[in-house]
């Protein structure tokens, strides 16, 4: 079997991935976008209840913010050529008091070692939230996600680069955090374009 068939195969695995079914209040729905040419890879957490919705990747206001983040619209954000989506969970893991659930525990673990090694293209890789920073960075991610975004450029030599989530609910880490948009948003448009072209 050759790669591209074999890179197709583990995709429709994922896809049809029944794991934490048991777990899921709304059944499993994985959602991904990857392909072996991409160039970006966008890790995140877990699919919010608009995502699984439509089966589309950050579907969603947080969707729309990032992609002004990233200074890209959505025919190249939705081009897996170019652009890798891989959650750390991916199904919608349900709503807690505070939000979404953290991703399933399950996930990550199962799928990861099997995908990201073949993401061989990938010239920048962002990690999106503290589960993502968790998984990515392990014990080189700061104390807080504060901690971790503000060494982003330590972390960007190792080509990871880490964000907070750009949710709506993370209005007030903006504000109180003038020196992202400042300085770190236009070295990530920079970066972006770089990896993509």
């Known amino acids: 079997m ?3 068939a074999a890179f197709d195969r583990l995709l429709a695995e994922i896809r049809a991935c029944r794991l934490c079914a048991a777990h899921l209040p709304l059944g499993p729905r994985p959602v991904v976008q990857a392909s072996l040419q991409s160039r970006l890879l966008i890790v995140s957490q877990a699919p919010g ?5 439509t089966g589309i990747p950050f579907n969603d206001v947080s969707g729309d913010r990032l992609r002004e983040w990233l200074g890209i619209d959505k025919d190249v ?6 652009i890798a989506i891989v959650p750390m969970g991916f199904c919608f893991p349900g709503t807690g008091k505070g939000g979404d659930l ?4 399950e996930c990550a673990p199962t799928w990861h070692p099997r995908l990201l090694p073949r993401l061989e293209q990938v010239q920048l890789t962002l990690a999106i939230g503290q589960y993502a920073q968790a998984g990515l960075l392990a014990d080189r991610r700061g104390r807080t996600l504060t901690d971790t975004v503000l060494a982003w ?5 190792r080509g990871v680069l880490p964000l ?3 949710s709506p ?8 955090n003038p020196w992202f948009e400042t300085e770190l948003l236009p070295e990530l448009r920079r970066q972006v374009k770089r990896a993509l072209h």
Not at 49 to 53: A, F, I
Not at 77 to 82: L, T, V
Not at 153 to 157: G, N, T
Not at 169 to 176: A, I, S, T, V
Request: hydrophobic residues 30%; aromatic residues 8%; without cysteine.
């Open 2 to 4: 050759n790669t591209a």
């Open 49 to 53: 209840r608009k995502v699984h919705d």
């Open 77 to 82: 954000f939705y081009d897996a050529a170019k």
């Open 102 to 105: 953290p991703p399933r525990p």
């Open 153 to 157: 450029r330590e972390h960007l030599a």
């Open 164 to 166: 907070p989530h750009p």
């Open 169 to 176: 609910r993370n209005q007030l880490w903006l504000k109180r």
